[in-house]
């Protein structure tokens, strides 16, 4: 079984499938499919052992995503991730869990290197090669 | 107890004070010894190297040491103030994560009672430090453009940060209002500088710089101080400066880096712990001399805490501005604002500094809070709209000293040697909001003049308490001050004080440069009186 364990805290493999689902919805796939889906990309991992480290967070994550999969399954016969976006998105936006999982998703999410590519950046560290400034044409005098 | 040997001079802190002052000093051949509670941080070690450089500044190199929770850190009491103390603990101190925004003071910003008829004046002025500003300009490695007529002349030895497509956007916008604007005084390289390389625009300035070329003190001070022969014990806090019955300093009460409880004498300790650790440490060493904490008999130690209040004040624009590239917090200021204009309705003024954009990830979570970005099926569309089209500044107002405004020890708060944390009280005065609500609107006038099509405002921004400032200030009448205007405290002729703490007023521009060349000022004062130091 797949577990990401902190604080006494695991999300087993099903957990995780549904926090899956749930970046999708978060994050989903681009129109133009520039941008990957957060749960596609596989940031589920990552997000987890983040919220392993803020006190509380993964308790209550895994609380969230088993009462989230517990009313879809309850309401719409289907397991959270096996929804069609729409349903998903209405059931997401009910729970209270998704502000602090929100602002996790984007850390892991706009670090992952194919995200950075999408966004127009070269998909490295800053360091060590930093970057060219281009020139900015005829820079003006500073004003006194 | 153990007891280490007996050292000359005592510096406690190793940040931009302390280096400066042991390198001045070491040409004498005392023994000089700095004890720090942090460590060297390895350039390979910061998160300028990894993909999630970003993320790790909102942990483990966040500003606050009650985030950051790092076992060299001390927990800060500062629930009760708008504006949360931001510092770090390592060889370097809190320039590994600064700016490097690196201005002097203004020659009136030292005559602030007789200019203005508030706060108090000065027992030195800028002409007596000039000289020493200009050899932290060498020391640090400062770039900018001669010729601000907002000072007197000045000498640096290294051209200007570039402006960029973002810093030429936004003069345009100063210059269509016709006010003033200037490239900064940055303490980044521009060139490669006396063993260092150049700066290579990776902008993570504030997460510490893995080339080199931001001048935090452990890349410039430290290691000329080292070879001159300093000494520089790591991972050792100070619980306490010790007394004789003379009442002179004797020495410090520290835990080593195994947490074993040692004794370290000295003639003479300097503190260099910031506006808070320092009033921390004196208030934490009461002994039959000093009741109320050491060198307390004005009453005045940790009292007077001046901040920067900070505004920042973001525009988004239709183009793209390379906002990522370049010294975050390094580009062009204005001090339009600056001097009193009391239709304004308050009294001293505010620099405006121009910030560059954001990275990925804060981008959007400084759009998520402004209520821009949001999950879902529009969630990419807004990211676009805001990835690389932000930029915008902040104000920097100058803050007047009052007595209620203080760092206390906290009655129950402690670290994990149960030295008690320290607590703040510190309140924004009516004074600091009017100035706050003008820089506000002057900040959006000219992002709009730059062409922002949407302006949004943080003020005060919370975790902005970088300048800690006042608590021990110096003077020349040890009633209304802690040290005199050499450094030495009134009450103790064997303990200097060469922190912000010592500040009289703030200013309204980052302290960092004017902290050492008080450092360098003292030191030099340290050396012509070595005959008659305590008398």
């Given at each position: 079984m797949r577990t990401v364990d902190r604080s006494n805290v695991a999300l087993s493999a099903e957990d995780l499938d549904v926090l899956a689902g749930v970046l999708d919805t978060l994050i989903p796939p681009s129109d133009d499919g520039r941008f990957p889906g957060a749960g596609a990309l596989g940031c589920a991992r990552q997000v987890a052992e983040n919220c392993g480290r803020v006190p509380g967070l993964l308790e209550l994550l895994r609380s969230g995503l088993r009462e989230l999969n517990h009313s879809s399954v309850a309401r719409r016969g289907e397991p959270f991730h096996c929804l069609p976006p729409d349903a998903r998105e209405q059931l997401l936006a009910e729970q209270s869990f998704v502000f602090p999982l929100v602002i996790q998703a984007y850390i892991a999410y706009y670090q992952h290197p194919a995200v950075l590519e999408a966004l127009g950046l070269e998909p490295r560290p800053p360091h060590p090669l930093g970057y060219r400034m281009s020139d900015p044409g005829k820079e003006p005098a500073p004003n006194a | 107890m153990a007891r280490d040997e007996t050292v000359d001079v005592l510096i406690v802190g190793a940040g931009a004070s302390a280096a400066a002052l042991a390198w001045s000093l070491a040409e004498t051949k005392m023994q000089i010894l700095c004890i720090e509670q942090g460590d060297w941080v390895r350039p390979q070690d910061l998160p300028g190297n990894d993909l999630d450089w970003e993320a790790r500044h909102l942990t483990d190199f966040h500003f606050s040491p009650n985030v950051r929770r790092r076992p060299e850190d001390y927990p800060v009491n500062d629930s009760a103030s708008p504006i949360q103390v931001s510092m770090f603990n390592a060889v370097g101190g809190s320039t590994i994560l600064y700016a490097a925004h690196f201005p002097r003071f203004r020659p009136d910003d030292f005559r602030v009672r007789s200019v203005d008829g508030v706060g108090e004046d000065w027992p030195v002025d800028y002409e007596t430090l000039a000289p020493f500003y200009d050899l932290n300009a060498e020391m640090m490695g400062v770039s900018g453009l001669p010729g601000d007529p907002a000072y007197p002349p000045k000498q640096l030895p290294l051209p200007p940060v570039p402006l960029g497509k973002l810093g030429a956007k936004l003069a345009a916008g100063f210059e269509r209002l016709g006010w003033h604007?200037?490239?900064?005084?940055?303490?980044?390289?521009?060139?490669?500088?006396?063993?260092?390389?150049?700066?290579?625009?990776?902008?993570?300035?504030?997460?510490?710089?893995?080339?080199?070329?931001?001048?935090?003190?452990?890349?410039?001070?430290?290691?000329?101080?080292?070879?001159?022969?300093?000494?520089?014990?790591?991972?050792?806090?100070?619980?306490?400066?010790?007394?004789?019955?003379?009442?002179?300093?004797?020495?410090?009460?520290?835990?080593?880096a195994e947490g074993k409880e040692r004794y370290q004498p000295a003639h003479v300790v300097v503190l260099a712990c910031n506006g808070i650790g320092t009033p921390r440490l004196l208030l934490a060493s009461r002994s039959k001399h000093f009741p109320d904490g050491l060198a307390n008999r004005s009453g005045l130690v940790g009292k007077n805490l001046m901040f920067h209040p900070y505004a920042m004040v973001m525009g988004v624009f239709d183009e793209p501005l390379e906002g990522y590239k370049g010294p975050t917090g390094c580009c062009i200021m204005s001090q339009e604002f600056y001097r009193t204009d009391l239709r304004r309705g308050f009294v001293r003024g505010y620099s405006f500094e121009i910030l560059r954009g954001f990275g990925p990830i804060s981008t959007v979570l400084w759009g998520m809070q402004q209520g821009l970005v949001p999950w879902g099926r529009n969630h990419h569309r807004a990211v676009e709209e805001l990835f690389d089209h932000v930029a915008g500044m902040v104000a920097i107002c100058e803050d007047l000293p009052e007595e209620t405004n203080c760092v206390t020890l906290d009655p129950e708060l402690r670290d994990e040697h149960g030295i008690p944390a320290p607590r703040i009280h510190y309140r924004l005065s009516e004074n600091s909001q009017r100035m706050l609500a003008h820089a506000v609107d002057r900040a959006r006038e000219v992002l709009e003049a730059a062409g922002a099509r949407e302006t949004f405002v943080q003020s005060p921004l919370p975790f902005a308490g970088w300048h800690l400032m006042g608590t021990a200030r110096m003077g020349r009448d040890p009633h209304t001050s802690v040290v005199n205007e050499w450094g030495r405290c009134h009450d103790v002729k064997n303990l200097f004080i060469i922190d912000g703490s010592i500040f009289v007023t703030s200013a309204a521009v980052n302290p960092t440069n004017t902290i050492q060349a008080l450092a360098l000022y003292i030191a030099d004062q340290m050396k012509r009186r070595l005959a008659n130091l305590f008398d």
């Open positions: - | 604007w200037w490239p900064s005084d940055s303490a980044i390289i521009t060139q490669n500088y006396r063993g260092r390389a150049a700066c290579v625009n990776a902008g993570t300035c504030l997460v510490g710089c893995p080339q080199g070329a931001k001048g935090s003190v452990d890349v410039t001070y430290w290691p000329e101080a080292l070879r001159r022969g300093v000494r520089l014990r790591t991972r050792c806090r100070v619980r306490e400066v010790t007394v004789n019955e003379q009442g002179m300093a004797s020495g410090v009460v520290y835990y080593d």
